[in-house]
């Protein structure tokens, strides 16, 4: 089921939320919790019911390695190969989901060999339920778990505004406020500014998001060589796609979440007007970074052993985030290339030389830009004939001045010429929708906003489409 579906909107949410408080009003909160866990699984087996055996053994599997890191004078155990035993298990589940098709592809090309694939279809969510999990387990061996209740245990991952795409909870921050009473009652206040980012986020994806969805299909997968102009308009309309697709999805997750007085984490806080790209990862799929950091940085050694160890931890930490977002040589060259950025960044800094605020804005978003063409490109050879098109090797000059003509010649084409001008304002010059949920006060302006940005989407869903981060 998707946030941006009629079904969702129109029947999922409001039942789920009055029978939620109904239960929680009659002082049934055992019932209440268990309701939440079933609609959480029947809004994620709406997609594919095969895959909710799936979840469920994952939970229990999980669950039971925690309760047994947890508590270690009920049995003797070596609990690090009991941690291990966890880790792998998580792992196995997704390499076996994710990538063991792309090993055989890969196997089959290095070696000329003719094994068939198995052709796995990837379960929705699997790489942020799997890292939510992931991080409970090492918290457990860590001895900084405290729940040890198996129904509230199963919301927590299952919790469905996070379920499929993020943000990637982490159960200390999640845990006492599922467990807070005064949270088991209706808050107007919450409902306001639950709506309201549900409505931003519902226009960032229907209004922004989907319609440069086409033209970014053209110039990335139709068109087979694409000039100057083409290039750079594509790869600037797949960055903001990409950026309101995903910061619109965040949005209606804590929205949505809100409606049930539960805070998610923030997971976006205005990316591109980063200054490098260490404050790039501070802003963007901030969960993720979050995650990178605690679970792989820091266990690798951090920056403790060091000059030569930091770098080459900064730089398979980033590589392991690029292998996570999906089974493709591009994402792998999208996590090189942001994990040598980074070590580039780190060493620049010793030099303590400063840059003009603007002019680090630009170049910190003229690499991400680039980097995106990786992230959306369909092979490696293909990213890199669009990087020759975006350096003019196929046209430049006199080919802008006729696609600047034949651009207001196209409707289609037209409106998203427009559109990434409009992002671009958008995304530099305004606030964020976080900050503007900060500042919210529920007064007829707001209101008026909120009405007005629902209804313009809602009319505009004339085709249900998945969020990109689906995918991963």
């Not at 994710?98 to 796995?120: P, Q």
């Not at 620049?348 to 980097?371: D, H, L, P, S």
């Not at 919210?440 to 998945?466: A, D, G, H, Q």
Request: net charge positive; charged share 15%.
């Amino acid at each position: 089921m998707l946030f941006n579906s009629l079904e969702f909107l129109f029947i999922f949410l409001p039942i789920t939320f009055f029978v939620y408080f109904f239960l929680n009003k009659k002082r049934l909160i055992v019932l209440a919790t268990g309701w939440m866990v079933a609609a959480s699984l029947i809004f994620y087996g709406y997609w594919n019911y095969k895959y909710l055996t799936l979840i469920i053994l994952s939970m229990i599997f999980n669950y039971t390695v925690g309760y047994t890191l947890s508590h270690p004078s009920n049995l003797k155990i070596n609990r690090k190969l009991v941690l291990m035993l966890g880790v792998v298990g998580n792992a196995g589940l997704l390499c076996y989901y994710k990538y063991f098709d792309f090993l055989i592809n890969n196997i089959n090309a290095v070696f000329h060999s003719g094994f068939d694939t198995l052709k796995i279809a990837l379960p929705l969510g699997i790489s942020f339920f799997t890292f939510t999990q992931i991080a409970y387990l090492v918290d457990a061996y860590r001895k900084e778990v405290q729940e040890y209740d198996f129904l509230n245990y199963a919301l927590f991952v299952t919790f469905f505004p996070h379920l499929i795409a993020g943000p990637i909870l982490h159960h200390s921050e999640m845990m006492p406020q599922f467990a807070n009473i005064r949270k088991k009652v209706i808050n107007h206040k919450n409902i306001s500014v639950g709506l309201f980012l549900i409505a931003v986020g519902l226009f960032k994806k229907v209004i922004i998001a989907d319609n440069l969805s086409d033209f970014v299909g053209s110039m990335f997968d139709v068109i087979p060589t694409l000039d100057f102009f083409e290039a750079w308009f594509g790869s600037l309309a797949y960055t903001f796609q990409l950026y309101f697709d995903f910061s619109g999805y965040c949005d209606m997750a804590l929205g949505i979440a809100l409606l049930f007085n539960i805070k998610l984490p923030v997971n976006f806080n205005s990316p591109y007007k980063s200054e490098n790209i260490q404050d790039f990862w501070r802003k963007w799929h901030m969960t993720l970074s979050r995650f990178l950091k605690n679970y792989i940085y820091i266990p690798l050694g951090g920056n403790r052993l060091g000059e030569f160890k930091t770098y080459r931890n900064l730089f398979l930490t980033f590589l392991i985030g690029g292998i996570w977002h999906g089974a493709n040589w591009t994402f792998i060259m999208w996590g090189i290339m942001h994990g040598l950025a980074t070590c580039v960044h780190r060493f620049w800094k010793k030099f303590n030389i400063r840059i003009n605020k603007y002019i680090a804005v630009a170049i910190t978003f003229f690499f991400i830009n680039i980097t995106w063409v990786f992230f959306r490109a369909s092979s490696i050879h293909r990213a890199f004939d669009i990087l020759k098109s975006m350096i003019g090797l196929n046209g430049f000059i006199p080919v802008v001045i006729n696609k600047l003509r034949f651009t207001f010649e196209n409707g289609s084409i037209k409106l998203s010429f427009f559109m990434v001008l409009a992002c671009i304002i958008l995304v530099f010059f305004f606030k964020n929708s976080m900050e503007w949920a900060e500042k919210f006060k529920p007064n007829r302006i707001f209101f008026v906003v909120t009405l007005v940005l629902l209804i313009v989407s809602v009319l505009s869903i004339n085709k249900v489409s998945e969020f990109l981060y689906f995918q991963f």
